[in-house]
């Protein structure tokens, strides 16, 4: 048990194959003897080995072409977080992207094969020389699966382009443009001192865009956490400018605001 502020405490409980068991105490407003605490443990099921796999095969293929030389990523999304422990970047909260798994090439006729773990849903990503990017997702495998079969067609990718208002003079090109989308994708690209920008090799999806820098003052990041922020999933797209991004698309005259986010809006909890 350590102390956490004058009178508020935090106790956590630690074994062997569980979960860390936490408990966040009230102020405690008198020096007091206190009894009756109880805090659960869960088995964690982290280091067992999961023999559950699938073997992946495909080929990669453009306008019907296989490649050969093709690099692949196998990618997991980042599980939800909660509003204290928002994904945070140039400053400000955005989706938890994801994470390579595993990686490899093509064949010489454009196959690829993968041994990946299942039940998860799988993101696949190919990025060419030229920038452009296609990702195939998610694919969830099922539970007893053995083989599965993805074909992975490369696209032609998009772009995003506008300018950012309300920069101050003095951080004239110091500012940069986050692009998160609800998958595995987080971009980001510096404003022009002119205040314009541009992201380029965007696969087709939704994104959502905010402005910041690495000291940004964003006020939907939680300074002084109560224990019901943890219960709350964090909101990274309020506050975002939220656009679509077609097969080949061209977004142009986006505006994002450089100005500092009004207050969350509690939104229901999802069903």
């Not at 805090?39 to 095969?57: A, D």
């Amino acid at each position: 048990m350590y102390e956490g502020e004058a009178d508020t405490y935090h106790i956590a409980i630690s074994a062997e194959g569980y979960i860390d068991g936490e408990l966040f105490m009230e102020p405690i407003a008198a020096e007091q003897n206190i009894d009756g605490i109880v805090i659960k443990l869960s088995q964690s099921k982290v280091g067992k080995p999961n023999t559950e796999r699938v073997n992946v095969t495909g080929k990669v293929t453009r306008d019907g072409v296989p490649i050969a030389g093709q690099r692949i990523g196998a990618w997991r999304k980042r599980r939800e977080m909660d509003r204290v422990n928002v994904t945070v970047h140039r400053g400000r909260t955005v989706e938890p992207s994801g994470f390579e798994f595993a990686a490899t090439m093509t064949r010489t006729d454009g196959s690829y094969e993968f041994n990946l773990l299942e039940p998860v849903s799988w993101f696949f990503v190919v990025e060419d020389l030229d920038n452009r990017t296609t990702v195939v997702g998610p694919t969830k495998l099922m539970k007893g699966e053995m083989n599965r079969s993805i074909p992975l067609a490369l696209t032609e990718s998009g772009s995003i382009e506008g300018k950012v208002t309300n920069i101050p003079y003095g951080l004239a090109g110091n500012v940069w443009v986050v692009a998160f989308s609800d998958g595995v994708v987080l971009r980001e690209v510096r404003v022009k001192p002119d205040r314009t920008f541009r992201l380029d090799g965007l696969p087709p999806g939704k994104y959502g865009l905010k402005a910041g820098h690495d000291d940004y003052q964003d006020p939907h990041i939680i300074q002084e956490a109560k224990r019901e922020d943890f219960a709350k999933l964090a909101e990274p797209w309020q506050g975002a400018v939220v656009v679509k991004v077609e097969l080949r698309g061209k977004v142009k005259d986006v505006v994002v605001d450089f100005s500092l986010p009004g207050p969350l809006v509690e939104q229901p909890p999802k069903p």
